[in-house]
């Protein structure tokens, strides 16, 4: 791993759990060289269907930690791995993707960053939409993307590549608004669905399966829908977990992604039992459906 010079693919696939080609052109003496950094990204299993991420390369032994929400699991992966913490990213403020802040701040001295309109303690830099996040540890920056709906102050960490979005876009899902409005959700779902289609989506709960058997029932002729499910299924009961997912896939599969779409508006109208005139109607009534389902 470290970086590479030269001709390469725009994406580099490895073994672990999500493999990022991050590239950067420099300009050396009228010559043009495309310089690739890569990091590696683990799951960290916590409470019963989180995932805490954990961002790394083999060139430092620190990591950049994504939402953890409790700190028992993260220390023992980061001894397994002899690892130190640098950085930590926050996408929002409940418990499960912050409840182990104090104990790590205070264990590796790191730094931690998150939404500057969601009141959270251990923060060091509070961000807003397009910031960066410069993480030195991976040789990556991470521009900050304001996603609120599920939460006021949601954010997202954007870097070529890789979506890190806590509970905004789940595979095959949405967060619940807890928070926000339906058109805070559907903008900001729409945000993040004009991002590239092989962007690799790092939400934070494995919740697919159950995701993609409600889609089923909203666009019961998808095709690609129908293909998902067998894959997720065959990956579930093997034990395997179904997240990272991508733009593409979801852009295909995901109801609440596909709100403008005449399929779910007729859907929506039929649940519902009255007539839609905007995409976020629409999408405000497959989410309450999705919530009684």
């Known amino acids: 791993m470290g970086c590479l010079v030269g001709s390469v693919p725009d994406t580099l696939i490895n073994t672990h759990s999500g493999g990022n080609a991050h590239l950067t052109e420099l300009a050396t003496n009228n010559q043009r060289l495309l310089v690739i950094t890569m990091f590696w990204i683990d799951r960290i299993h916590a409470f019963t269907d989180n995932y805490i991420w ?3 390369n083999d060139r430092a032994n620190n990591c950049v930690l994504v939402d953890p929400g409790e700190a ?3 220390i023992a992966y980061l001894k397994e791995h002899n690892l130190g913490v640098s950085d930590i990213l926050i996408t929002h403020h409940h418990h499960d993707h912050v409840g182990g802040l104090a104990v790590l701040k205070s264990t590796y001295q790191c730094t ?17 939409e397009g910031d960066e996040v410069k993480l030195p540890t ?29 509970d905004t876009l789940f595979a095959g899902g949405c967060g619940r608004l807890f928070e926000g ?9 729409q945000k993040l669905s004009a991002l590239p289609p092989d962007t690799q989506v790092y939400c934070a709960h494995e919740y697919t399966q159950g995701n993609l058997h409600f889609a089923l029932a909203v666009e019961p002729d998808n095709e690609e829908l129908n ?26 599969t995901n109801p609440f992604l596909r709100c403008h779409l005449p399929t779910i508006k007729q859907a929506a109208e039929t649940f519902s039992g009255h007539s839609l005139s905007t995409d976020a109607e629409v999408f405000g009534v497959v989410r309450a459906w999705k919530d009684r389902f």
């Not at 409005?181 to 779902?189: D, F, K, V």
Request: with cysteine; charged share 20%.
């Open 227 to 252: 293909h998902r499910i067998e894959r997720v299924k065959d990956l579930r009961q093997s034990g395997m977990a179904t997240v990272p997912s991508t733009i593409g896939v979801e852009r295909e």
């Open 72 to 74: 028992t699991p993260v």
């Open 138 to 166: 991976l040789d990556v920056e991470f521009k900050v993307l304001e996603v609120p709906g599920h939460t006021l102050g949601h954010i997202a960490y954007y870097s070529p590549g890789t979506l890190l979005c806590g």
């Open 54 to 56: 954990a961002l790394r």
């Open 112 to 128: 931690v960053y998150g939404p500057a309109a969601e009141n959270i303690d251990h923060l060091d830099h509070r961000l807003k």
């Open 181 to 189: 409005t339906p058109i805070q959700m559907w903008n900001s779902l």
